[in-house]
């Protein structure tokens, strides 16, 4: 499931309410482990663009 939802965020990162629309959605279909891998693959892919957005959804979760 990660993975789909890792390709998805690729296909909308260029409109920020679409990614964070999927973001919040991909969240909700990941177990707690691959939240964390999940975690870490969005800082490191999408920090320069969305770090605002990434922060809203990770640091509730931390």
Same mark, same amino acid.
């Given at each position: 499931?990660?993975?789909? +939802?890792k390709?998805?965020?690729?296909?909308v $990162? @260029?409109?920020?309410?679409? /990614?964070?629309?999927?973001?919040?959605k991909?969240?909700?279909?990941?177990?707690?482990?691959? +939240?964390?891998? @999940?975690?870490?693959?969005?800082?490191?892919? /999408? $920090?320069?663009?969305?770090l605002g +957005?990434l922060?809203?959804y @990770? +640091?509730?979760?931390?």
């Open positions: 499931m990660i993975e789909y +939802v390709t998805i965020l690729l296909k $990162s @260029f409109d920020k309410k679409l /990614f964070e629309k999927e973001l919040r991909g969240l909700n279909m990941l177990t707690p482990h691959e +939240v964390q891998e @999940f975690k870490t693959w969005c800082y490191k892919t /999408f $920090s320069k663009i969305y +957005v922060n809203k @990770f +640091v509730k979760l931390a």
